[in-house]
């Protein structure tokens, strides 16, 4: 099965200098500008043969989500992995998003507050992942019954990667599943 890209709120957060220096860490050659809007790029594959890619050069553009969706399928062609693999590689921000997983680790409270951060294991772009978020209040004590019980638990927020670690930020509608 071939799974596509189509969440264009994933793709609109993707930057075209994230793309270039993506393309130029694994081999990609720029060949020459297209109009004033975009480069062309090309690879020679083994065994494949030669790839092209219509990099946007800015977000700008009315046809920017369909030809950063062409770019994420020729690299996944490309590179023999999924749509989804090369997407995670550049998604670094995710607003409104919603998770479901186990949390796995509770760090210790904060002293001044009821709060505390917690680590919660759960599927996103196709791959297990752990994502750190602060609770507070009832949603910490929330968090601390679903991991003492092994609950499975829901919520929505901002996710964010930084230095490859997932955070979901402005967690919120933090509930324990029904099971």
Known sequence: MKVTVQDAEIIKNIEPQQL??????HGWQEDRPFLDNATI???QAA???????????TKDLG???PRVREVIETLATSENISNIE????????YPNLKIQGFITQLATPNEDKLSGDVTIVCP????????????IDHDYILAIKAYQERLPVRCTGDL???????ILKNPRKFQIENI
Request: no cysteine.
């Open 63 to 65: 046809d920017y989500l």
């Open 20 to 25: 270039r220096e993506y393309l130029q860490s």
């Open 47 to 57: 065994e494949k043969g030669e790839f092209e890619i219509l990099l946007p050069s």
């Open 124 to 135: 996103v772009f196709d791959k297990l992942r752990k994502i750190t978020a602060e609770f």
């Open 160 to 166: 964010v990667k930084e230095n490859n670690i997932f």
């Open 41 to 43: 790029w090309h690879k």
């Open 86 to 93: 090369i997407l995670s590689k550049f998604v670094n921000d």
